[in-house]
């Protein structure tokens, strides 16, 4: 027997309204905004947008109210943040603070947490960066090595984050630090912390350049930073378990798939003025491809809305939808055979310009292709 | 799952899992068709899920057919039982009685001239072991015995029968429907992708049972992560058929023909998972896996030949693709999600 379940999830007829009423604002709110920008979609921050999206409830929509939240269901999220992913709205600023930073601060954060951060999430006026990674510590999650010591008051932290997505941009990072240096304690010695990177001295921000020459992640060096108790997250040496129901939430959404979809948008536009049988098999293929993947990824979203744990399920479809957002590139180039292009003007070309350039990071982030196989093989049994 | 839906599932699977063993397959390769099993599978109302209660069918939807179409599937199931209960359902969307004994689908090119049937179907599965054939002549649902019918017995590479069935002005029973044009290929694929379905899922679970049994090197072959990672894709092909095919019934009890979207989905996404699973299940299997003594060729021999059957994936592809590429870049996603 498969150990994971897919059962169908249709969105409530209620959601409609919605999903309308977000085309409208995207049709206005991205008029002016090149294709090739827009393929960015959750990888590309705009304050201002996100400024928008949190004046129209969009942020935060499941979270409760006395927190800035909407309490609006887990459909209505998913039709939010596939119209917006489909449209290629550059939602990267709050995206992870509305993604998987404030709901674990719902779940695990103090009060105070609470208060103080998530309303201005939801406003999207306050970003989050997520620092797990380290020179040393990439899929081995648990070899984190930067050390968070007790002092008075707080912690003195030190050592050196890699690969933070937005960390030049966010206001706070998620960050997981060793507490427990015991060789025993390797997965219980770890903790998480809110950290304030705007008013901490201590942190020095490097992006780096990515192969498209984009400064997308970052180096985050931390040198006698001093993080106060009160924002250690969940409970000290929890950390390796709160990472993990945060994962879920990381690998589960529709960006998981939809990161080629303009991509796919115009490769149709360009067979239309063609035309021709095999781009007619090309094109039906990936539609196959797309309609399943969104019906599993609507599945992992049921499941959500119950209150169960997809974290198998994200896995599965994560590795799928990944497959299907980097071959992307591969069919374009297979049937259309135009070159990439970078500043050429022309819609098409910028975006596989874009896109090919970019597909690499599409099975490393959020897991690697070889975790996320590891952790279904888990489920099958094998290990 | 709801009532019918557990009653279904035990009742197909208690029955197939126990009663079709290799060597009933084997003999029905050498041509021993499995009368008392089928006997026992319509006994049981196998064939009747979409036939109504008040002609002795289960009254069924299409998602409880997935159930058995699957199950057929997964278990090897020797016996045109998916194929009857599409006759099934297409003799009651036009008011015929339901026959028992075996029937069987037609699809060929075929005249009715004053009730009276004339043509030839090739590949009519198991076309020598079924009483009644089913055909649709211009949006007719024709009803014919084919005790008269010539055959010419031909296999696929399953070694399940597709003959070629020659009918001659053979006294047929016809109503009008409102089925579409191509109900015979299109129904065909969606009962075709789901017992691929359901044998992609033996395929995975037969190859992680597999894995966690052979011992090379000192251990199961399973803890080998070369053979991890193989066996996570194969899952996961299997879960995305599962979802695909489940998808596809339950919009054609939501909005019939114009699931005809669905049901291409379903059947190009099938066709490219029985490439991929296919080939990883034989990899992880060995030599074994290659020999006729092992099981594990039924299904995958089944695979490779229906995924050719009531047009290929790629055959749906172009027709969906045109369709998407007529309709515009824009209306894809509004379409897409207005299912």
Same mark, same amino acid.
């Given at each position: 027997m498969q150990p994971f379940r897919f059962d169908l999830c249709e969105l409530p007829g209620e959601t409609e309204g919605l999903r309308q009423e977000i085309r409208a604002f995207l049709a206005e709110e991205l008029k002016q905004i090149p294709k090739v920008t827009r393929a960015q979609t959750w990888s590309g921050s705009d304050p201002e947008f996100s400024r928008k999206m949190g004046a129209k409830g969009w942020i935060g929509m499941t979270w409760p109210k006395q927190y800035g939240g909407h309490e609006r269901s887990f459909f209505e999220r998913y039709v939010m943040l596939e119209e917006m992913l489909a449209a290629g709205a550059p939602v990267g600023a709050h995206w992870i603070g509305d993604r998987q930073s404030g709901p674990l601060l719902l779940r695990f954060g103090t009060e105070e947490q609470r208060q103080k951060i998530l309303p201005r999430v939801a406003k999207g006026e306050c970003y989050f960066c997520i620092g797990m990674s380290e020179p040393d510590s990439g899929s081995d999650l648990a070899a984190t090595r930067t050390r968070a010591d007790k002092v008075d008051g707080g912690y003195r932290v030190n050592g050196t984050k890699l690969w933070t997505s937005g960390a030049h941009t966010a206001h706070y990072m998620i960050a997981l630090f060793r507490t427990d240096f015991a060789a025993e304690a390797k997965h219980s010695g770890l903790t998480q912390f809110l950290v304030d990177l705007k008013n901490t001295d201590g942190i020095t921000i490097r992006p780096i350049k990515d192969l498209a020459g984009n400064a997308h992640f970052n180096e985050v060096v931390f040198e006698d930073a001093f993080v106060p108790d009160n924002m250690l997250v969940g409970t000290e040496g929890g950390g390796w378990g709160q990472v993990t129901a945060e994962l879920a939430f990381e690998r589960s959404g529709p960006e998981r798939y939809l990161s080629s979809f303009l991509l796919m948008v115009e490769m149709i536009r360009e067979l239309e003025k063609r035309g021709g049988e095999e781009g007619a098999r090309e094109i039906g293929r990936l539609v196959a491809h797309l309609v399943t993947l969104r019906q599993m990824s609507l599945s992992v979203a049921g499941m959500l809305e119950k209150g169960e744990n997809p974290a198998l399920e994200a896995s599965v479809v994560k590795d799928l939808g990944a497959i299907f957002e980097q071959d992307m590139p591969v069919r374009a180039h297979e049937l259309l055979g135009i070159a990439p292009g970078i500043g050429t003007g022309n819609d098409y070309e910028d975006v596989l310009g874009y896109l090919t350039q970019t597909v690499p990071s599409f099975s490393l982030r959020g897991g690697t292709r070889e975790i996320l196989r590891g952790i279904i093989a888990r489920g099958l049994g094998l290990r | 799952m709801n009532e019918l839906q557990t009653i279904l599932s035990d009742s197909v699977n208690g029955l197939l899992a126990e009663r079709v063993t290799k060597a009933l397959v084997q003999k029905a390769e050498e041509g021993d068709f499995p009368t008392a099993l089928w #006997?026992? /599978?319509?006994? #049981?109302?196998?064939?009747?899920?979409?036939? !109504?209660?008040? *002609?002795?069918?289960?009254?069924?939807?299409? =998602?409880? =057919?997935?159930?058995?179409?699957?199950?057929?599937?997964?278990?090897?199931?020797?016996? !045109?039982?998916?194929?009857?209960?599409? =006759? #099934?359902?297409?003799?009651? *969307?036009?008011?015929?009685? /339901? !026959?028992?004994?075996?029937?069987?689908?037609?699809?060929? =090119?075929?005249?009715?001239?004053g009730g009276k049937l004339s043509g030839e179907a090739p590949g009519v599965p198991y076309g020598r072991n079924a009483a009644h054939g089913v055909a649709i002549v211009k949006g007719e649902v024709v009803l014919v015995p084919l005790d008269g019918a010539a055959i010419e017995p031909g296999l696929n590479v399953a070694r399940e029968p597709r003959d070629r069935v020659v009918l001659k002005g053979a006294e047929a029973t016809a109503k009008k429907t409102a089925l579409p044009g191509n109900a015979m290929k299109l129904y065909g694929a969606l009962i075709r992708a789901c017992q691929m379905a359901g044998a992609l899922g033996y395929l995975s679970s037969q190859s992680v049972a597999y894995a966690n049994e052979r011992t090379q090197f000192g251990k199961p072959i399973g803890k080998f992560q070369a053979i991890q990672q193989q066996l996570a894709v194969l899952s996961t092909q299997a879960a995305a058929c599962g979802v695909v095919t489940d998808h596809a019934c339950a919009q054609l009890d939501k909005r019939g023909a114009e699931a005809a979207f669905e049901i291409a989905v379903a059947k190009i996404r099938v066709d490219d998972a029985s490439s991929i699973a296919t080939s990883i299940a034989h990899q992880v299997h060995g030599a074994i896996g290659f020999t006729y003594e092992h099981g594990l060729h039924f299904a995958t021999r089944r695979l490779w030949a229906w995924r050719a059957e009531f047009g290929a994936g790629s055959e749906w592809a172009a027709m969906l693709g045109r369709e998407t590429v007529a309709a515009g870049a824009d209306a894809l996603w509004p379409h897409v999600t207005a299912r």
């Open positions: - | #006997n026992e /599978v319509e006994a #049981n109302g196998l064939t009747r899920v979409l036939v !109504p209660e008040s *002609q002795g069918g289960a009254g069924g939807t299409w =998602a409880d =057919a997935a159930i058995v179409l699957k199950a057929a599937g997964e278990h090897v199931a020797p016996l !045109p039982l998916a194929d009857a209960l599409l =006759a #099934n359902w297409f003799l009651v *969307q036009a008011g015929i009685e /339901v !026959p028992d004994g075996v029937t069987t689908l037609l699809d060929g =090119a075929f005249t009715l001239e």
